[in-house]
């Protein structure tokens, strides 16, 4: 009788809802109801009773996730599969204080189920800065942080993935499971397995992290010497990074939810390719989505317009991170405009200099082109393999400005390595010449170039992990050479918070340790970080000097032979490789593309380029 009234209680929890209307006097009070209420235009519907619940969660606002189309493509490999799949969003503070203070618990936006009744949450972790906002969303939901907090209760399982996985460990004691790589190939296998193995059992777990793609934290400890260096891991699983071959097979959305208010990219978005054949060396990118894997041009007009039909929208982002690199990418604007309605645009959001051509821009609104040369002087262009010449750059603008755009903005960096004063100067030169190819002509508007420098951040499984991040005083003397540089008529400068840079480095080369960092730091109030207005400096100071963790010891140079962090990842390329490339860069040796030729990263073996297919 007891287990026939504990399963009663179950299966009362399991189907438990928010009942919108008890929230009406806080809607009332926050900014941007709409990012809490769902019931968006094509919302997510979802099998009833389901044997299986996965929220897909984003850690930061309603319109910045609603435009991520990862997201969308991992809720429907659930949805496949016959298993509910809903999503939750990182509340605005004024909204999480008062559900909070209600005792109302974090709830998804179509099911109005509370988190915490969820099978599994899933993160999509973009960006280092969102960390203390999956402990926000936890708190709300009524879930214990740390996994040895939850060990034994009834919690959903926590999981994480995105590109910040790469290197999970300042985050491995609050998350059950990390997905590393293509995780559409993985999640909904992990969630077979745990309808197999009655919930999670320790057998779940030692069978998950057999899984491709799949890391268990707490099946992996990690050694540290006299000094604090890692001096190994010990473990039985080695994480492999999923990776999917066939991208026209791959899961996507035939339909996707409309948000209730504008997002950050407001129109439908197809991942034209996936990965880069560029090789940038500071690009964490353009290496952890290797190799280039592209979609048909019948796939993808298919998709648009799938997309189009259901969402009503009248733009559609041909999105990848060198777009212009897609091979057919004449074929498929054709094939495009041939079958999608008439007034409906195209955006091509990621052109490189080296692969603008005008007849791809005809279509988008000429308000302001964008390049991202990311270093003055062509030898600190070969430096960082960034493959492209100061001709390339003013035949990219001035064909720009024959079809009427009138504004460029332009993306560098700084703090590079080999980096000097005079490639930061050369910054200039490369502005007078635009400003030049613009003035050989009559132009109707004045012409407005505005400069954007950020500070390098060295990232996991790239050629530069290895490298050290400019310190205060370094990045202030740089910025006001810049300044100097560039105080000229028609031109605006901006610049990276140099304490935001360093936290991203920080939280980016982590180890396990910067969790009591972490969890100290959103104890003393901080989330959203990642917003400049919101990113609590005082806090994060505190929350290091009270756990006893020097910052500088993440942003230092590290040895070659020095074991990393995240090197008990398999993510296929060769560690020799990175090395190689690195010292490539000291020599201001280009690589270039896998296009001219494969460099041997360690993944011919799946690799179409590879293969002859390019």
């Excluded at 991208?247 to 034209?272: H, W």
């Excluded at 991170?321 to 074929?331: A, I, N």
Aim: aromatic residues 10%; negative net charge.
């Amino acid at each position: 009788m007891r287990v026939l009234i504990n399963r009663q209680i179950d299966d009362i929890i399991r189907y438990m809802t928010i009942n919108i209307d008890d929230l009406k006097d806080i809607l009332s009070r926050v900014e941007k109801p709409a990012r809490y209420t769902g019931g968006e235009y094509g919302q997510i519907k979802s099998p009833e009773n389901a044997p299986f619940y996965f929220c897909m969660a984003f850690p930061d606002l309603y319109e910045v996730g609603m435009s991520n189309l990862g997201i969308k493509i991992v809720a429907e490999s659930f949805l496949r599969r016959g298993y509910a799949a809903d999503y939750c969003f990182a509340p605005q503070t004024d909204f999480g204080d008062a559900i909070k203070r209600a005792d109302i618990p974090l709830y998804s936006l179509a099911l109005k189920k509370p988190l915490k009744e969820f099978d599994m949450i899933g993160f999509s972790v973009q960006f280092e800065l969102c960390y203390t906002n999956i402990l926000y969303t936890l708190d709300l939901a009524g879930i214990p942080l740390r996994r040895a907090d939850r060990a034994g209760g009834k919690y959903p399982l926590i999981a994480i993935g995105g590109p910040c996985a790469v290197n999970p460990e300042p985050l491995a004691d609050f998350v059950d499971l990390v997905f590393i790589g293509d995780g559409e190939s993985a999640d909904a296998d992990v969630a077979a397995l745990y309808l197999e193995c009655g919930g999670a059992t320790d057998e779940f777990f030692r069978r998950a992290a057999a899984i491709e793609g799949v890391y268990v934290p707490a099946l992996m400890d990690v050694k540290y010497d006299k000094d604090g260096h890692i001096c190994g891991f010990e473990g039985d699983f080695t994480p492999r990074r999923a990776i999917i071959g066939d991208l026209d097979g791959a899961v996507f959305p035939a339909a996707q939810p409309v948000p209730n208010c504008e997002s950050v990219f407001d129109r439908s978005i197809i991942e034209v390719m996936r990965g880069c054949y560029r090789g940038c060396r500071f690009c964490q990118a353009g290496f952890i989505y290797r190799p280039v894997r592209q979609r048909s041009v019948r796939t993808l007009t298919e998709q648009a317009c799938s997309l189009i039909a259901s969402t009503g929208y009248d733009e559609v982002s041909l999105n990848s991170l060198s777009t212009g690199d897609y091979p057919r990418l004449r074929e498929l604007i054709r094939s495009l405009k041939d079958s999608l309605p008439e007034g409906v645009t195209l955006a091509l959001p990621s052109l490189r200099v080296d692969s603008f051509d005008s007849d791809f821009a005809q279509d988008a609104r000429k308000i302001s082109l964008t390049f991202a040369p990311e270093a003055g002087s062509q030898r600190l262009r070969d430096v960082i393999n960034k493959d492209i010449t100061e001709d390339e750059i003013l035949n990219a603008a001035e064909s720009a400005f024959d079809i009427g755009y009138s504004a460029v903005k332009l993306y560098f960096m700084l703090g590079l390595p080999t980096e000097t004063d005079d490639d930061l100067r050369a910054i200039r030169r490369i502005v007078d010449l635009i400003k030049s190819a613009y003035g050989r002509k009559k132009r109707a508007k004045a012409l407005r170039v505005s400069v954007s420098v950020s500070t390098f951040i060295p990232k996991p499984f790239t050629p530069f992990q290895w490298e050290a991040q400019c310190g205060e005083s370094q990045v202030e003397a740089k910025q006001k050479l810049l300044r100097d540089s560039l105080y000229i008529k028609g031109v605006t400068l901006s610049w990276s918070d140099y304490f935001t840079s360093r936290l991203e480095g920080v939280l980016a080369r982590g180890d396990r340790r910067l969790g009591y960092a972490i969890e100290r730091a959103y104890a003393l109030g901080c989330r959203f970080d990642g917003w400049t207005k919101q990113l609590n400096k005082e806090a994060w100071t505190q929350a290091f000097a009270d756990c006893g963790i020097d910052p500088d010891i993440y942003t230092r140079e590290r040895g070659e032979e020095e074991i990393l962090p995240w090197d008990f990842i398999d993510m296929g390329i060769n560690k020799n490789f990175f090395l190689r490339e690195r010292r490539r860069a000291y020599e201001a040796t280009v690589t270039g593309s896998c296009k001219k030729g494969c460099a041997g990263c360690g993944l011919q073996g799946v690799c179409p380029a590879a293969k002859g297919d390019r």
